[in-house]
């Protein structure tokens, strides 16, 4: 075997290695995009059907209000007023107990391995 030829079959080897490495990145990245796109769905449908819920359940609310104080505008506007005081609490605690959390969650699950 001459020099040319050990020099062309290190350098195949090499090749094939470094397309190897290259797919076996790929695998690794794809597979925690593909567990977080997942989870991510699964809560987005699950948050969809809960704010439905939420949604029948306020006007729900606001009409049996209305019935029992006879002005169709006070259910509605207690409900709406209750939104609101929800909205600013949410606002004073949204870094603490919500950002802070869903990105802690997002980190874990990037870097947590999910092969069995």
């Known amino acids: 075997m001459s020099n040319f030829e050990k ?3 290190i ?4 090749k094939k290695y470094v397309n190897t490495n290259y797919e076996l990145s790929k695998l690794e990245v794809i597979e925690p995009v593909a567990v ?3 989870s ?3 809560t987005f449908i699950i948050g969809l059907v809960l704010v439905l819920f939420l949604f029948f359940l306020s006007i729900t609310i606001a009409l049996y209000i209305s019935y ?3 002005n169709t505008y006070i259910g509605f506007a207690v409900v709406s007023g209750f939104y609101f005081l929800l909205g600013c609490i949410l606002l ?3 870094k603490k107990n919500i950002e802070h959390p869903i990105r802690d969650k997002i980190v874990w699950k990037i870097f947590t391995k999910t092969r069995a």
Not at 11 to 14: C, I, R, T, Y
């Open 11 to 14: 350098s195949e080897g090499l």
């Open 7 to 9: 020099i062309e079959s």
């Open 36 to 38: 977080i796109g997942a």
């Open 68 to 70: 029992k104080t006879g």
């Open 40 to 42: 991510l769905f699964a």
């Open 92 to 94: 004073l605690v949204k």
